[in-house]
């Protein structure tokens, strides 16, 4: 059984911050990539950023420079700074992670979604 946790989201004006955090626990043998998704009501689940295990990363377009994700593999945690937020950065935000359990299967992993409101 395997669990992911989000906190962090809540309502900030525009050109705030905010910080989201997801950790993975349970029969984890290991994680591959870990990433942040988003979505907008009336919107599809798109991708904001993610990060292998050797620490690269991938980033939308729209959050380029204002949202940095970082991870720490010994706590099987990842974590989005998002900075200059704007009102169109208003979602739900999912952690999602690739994990290989102890049977050596491989999974893809959700989390609940935490509430993210940016206010203008």
């Known amino acids: 059984q395997v669990q992911l946790v989000e906190s962090g989201g809540g309502l900030v004006q525009a050109g705030g911050s905010l910080r989201l955090s997801c950790a993975a626990s349970?029969?984890?043998?290991?994680?591959?990539?870990m990433g942040w998704y988003r979505q907008a009501p009336g919107k599809q689940r798109e991708l904001v950023a993610a990060i292998t295990s050797g620490g690269s990363t991938n980033y939308a377009d729209s959050v380029k420079g204002r949202f940095t994700i970082s991870r720490d593999n010994a706590k099987n945690t990842v974590n989005l700074q998002m900075r200059s937020l704007k009102p169109e950065d208003t979602a739900v935000y999912y952690c999602k992670a690739t994990i290989v359990v102890v049977t050596t299967r491989t999974y893809g992993y959700w989390g609940q979604g935490t509430q993210v409101t940016v206010s203008s």
């Open positions: 349970g029969s984890i043998f290991s994680i591959n990539t």
